[in-house]
């Protein structure tokens, strides 16, 4: 009888125990990289500098990096996108990586008629994380401004936009395009909460972050491991990216190519990636 009862406990006891461990938040790729030639990693010098802001920390605003150690690198990566996709806002779709809810869009850039969101999705399972992509042709299902940046820091602050269907979202839906028309890249950044006044950021490809069936996708195209895309905390602070780095410039250690692409390697003029 002993024999039996034990086993039972601790199932019962496993089952109540509350475990603290994070879960994988992705449900579904961002953005399908049947799209993409080559992907920035996670610490580089691609694009511009995205990491810790002590002006905007010391206003007050925390919902960025937080880590004044995490500075002069670029805490995101870039997708670029083959030669051949480019050219307009309505070919690549954005999909929503994991049911959850809109937490915040803001204007990025106006091109013309055309204007550029910055969308951050709340993880319904896991609400501490936050991905923010750049670049979008949002939706109109969803709101245009949204829980904009403090009005005191961001000079194009606007109120929130009144004509909307919804603010949540299920995992793979499109939720908008991302803009080629201007840009060669598609930028994605994960935002981790641990208190009201520390965030971190962390690579899409961290294994918390992504899990091993959609990182597979990327093996498949010739990435041998995370590590690839995702240069480590101690190797960029032994390794400091330079005072006179050239952010809109091309560096071929920043990327790891895929491979099967047709297109040819694009040159450097065309790798200008803009904030």
């Known amino acids: 009888m002993k024999d039996r009862i034990l086993p039972l406990l601790l199932i019962l006891l496993f089952s109540l125990y509350p475990f603290t461990v994070d ?6 790729h961002y953005i399908d990289i049947k799209y993409v030639d080559r992907i920035s990693k996670f610490r580089s010098g691609a694009g511009h500098d995205y990491s810790y802001e002590a002006s905007i920390i010391a206003a007050g605003f925390y919902e960025l990096e937080t880590d004044p150690s995490e500075n002069n690198r670029s805490m995101k990566h870039y997708f670029l996108f083959e030669k051949r996709y480019r050219g307009n806002i309505t070919t690549i779709p954005i999909y929503a990586p994991f049911d959850g809810i809109i937490h915040r869009v803001s204007n990025e850039v106006q091109e013309g008629d055309d204007t550029d969101k910055q969308v ?13 992509i750049h670049h979008v042709n949002l939706s109109e299902t969803f709101p245009q401004i949204w829980n904009d940046y403090p009005k005191e820091l961001w000079e194009h602050w606007q109120p929130d ?10 995992a ?17 950044a ?10 971190h950021y962390r690579s899409y490809f961290d294994p918390v972050i992504m899990p091993d069936s959609i990182f597979q996708r990327f093996v498949d195209r010739g990435v041998t491991g995370r590590s690839d895309l995702i240069i480590s905390k101690a190797y960029r602070d032994a390794h400091p990216i330079p005072d006179d780095h050239q952010w809109d410039g091309y560096d071929p250690d920043d990327w790891v190519i895929l491979n099967n692409v ?4 694009p040159s450097t003029t065309l790798l200008l990636l803009e904030k």
């Open 23 to 28: 879960a994988q938040i992705l449900q579904h």
């Open 120 to 132: 951050w999705i709340r993880s319904n399972a896991q609400p501490d994380y936050y991905l923010i």
């Open 161 to 170: 936009d009144e004509q909307y269907d919804r603010i949540t979202m299920q």
């Open 172 to 188: 793979g839906e499109i939720i908008g395009y991302a803009d080629t028309k201007e840009r060669v890249a598609s930028d994605v």
């Open 190 to 199: 994960v935002l981790h909460k641990i208190s009201d006044q520390e965030y």
């Open 262 to 265: 047709a297109s040819p390697i």
